[in-house]
């Protein structure tokens, strides 16, 4: 099997968004969401995006976001892609001219299959626990056993995750990716390189090829 690639999620510091790159993460997330506490400010966005190496994924989570408010965003922040995780049809996330991610909210009884094939257009998926009120971030994980074995499209595992159980994950589930936000911040929004660090060991003894 291909590594596991890594975002970490809700970076709300310069500091923060060089410390997940230096360490290994494929992708840092930016939330625009301003129900949330790692919520940042387009400014404060660029200020992180800039702070960068190369070839590190920029993405930019928004919630049921008017058009005109992503717009803005995409005029101020250099993303390279958006992630989605309201209401929003498979036709408001590809306005943009930019892949996106769908987040699935993982409720009882929710058809996965279904879901994915409601977008057709994504470029992947992100099965997250379901936090209606903070739409992800909140540090639960869902039930794991709902993903279908036989699920086919690749899929970003998050919710609840941490260095105590990556690994576990990874060796259960297969995903493409997992994505970390509350399980390595030593307060909310505010990143702990130890943690980051503890994460990304635990990506890399799950038993994947963790290489190029």
Same mark, same amino acid.
């Given at each position: 099997?291909?590594?596991?690639?890594?975002k970490?999620?809700?970076?709300?510091?310069?500091?923060?968004g060089?410390?997940a790159?230096?360490?290994?993460?494929?992708?840092?997330?930016?939330?625009?969401?301003k129900n949330?506490?790692?919520?940042?400010? &387009?400014?404060?966005a660029?200020e992180?995006?800039?702070?960068?190496?190369?070839?590190?994924?920029?993405?930019?989570?928004?919630?049921?976001a008017?058009?005109?408010?992503?717009?803005?965003?995409l005029?101020?922040?250099p993303?390279?892609?958006?992630?989605f995780?309201?209401q929003?049809?498979?036709?408001?996330?590809?306005?943009?001219?930019l892949?996106?991610?769908?987040?699935i909210?993982?409720?009882?009884?929710?058809?996965?299959?279904?879901?994915?094939a409601?977008y057709?257009?994504?470029?992947?998926?992100?099965?997250?626990a379901?936090?209606?009120?903070?739409?992800?971030?909140?540090?639960?994980p869902?039930?794991?056993?709902?993903?279908p074995?036989?699920?086919? /499209?690749?899929?970003?595992?998050a919710?609840?995750?941490?260095?105590?159980?990556?690994?576990r994950?990874?060796r259960?589930?297969?995903?493409?990716?997992?994505?970390?936000s509350?399980?390595?911040? /030593? &307060?909310?929004?505010?990143?702990?390189?130890?943690?980051?660090s503890?994460?990304?060991?635990?990506?890399?003894?799950?038993?994947?090829d963790?290489?190029n």
């Open positions: 099997m291909s590594r596991t690639r890594v970490i999620c809700g970076i709300t510091r310069p500091v923060d060089r410390c790159a230096a360490l290994g993460a494929d992708a840092i997330g930016l939330v625009f969401f949330s506490p790692r919520h940042v400010s &387009t400014a404060r660029g992180i995006a800039a702070a960068l190496d190369p070839f590190v994924t920029v993405v930019g989570l928004f919630v049921n008017a058009p005109a408010d992503i717009e803005q965003v005029g101020n922040v993303l390279d892609l958006l992630q995780h309201g929003e049809s498979n036709e408001d996330c590809n306005r943009f001219g892949p996106f991610i769908k987040s909210a993982m409720r009882p009884g929710i058809q996965i299959p279904e879901r994915m409601a057709p257009d994504a470029r992947g998926f992100l099965l997250d379901w936090q209606p009120q903070i739409h992800g971030g909140g540090g639960e869902f039930d794991w056993q709902q993903i074995a036989d699920l086919q /499209s690749p899929f970003i595992l919710g609840g995750l941490d260095p105590e159980n990556v690994a994950a990874i259960q589930l297969r995903p493409y990716a997992v994505d970390v509350s399980g390595v911040e /030593s &307060t909310p929004g505010i990143k702990s390189a130890d943690k980051i503890a994460f990304m060991n635990g990506v890399s003894n799950s038993g994947t963790t290489g």
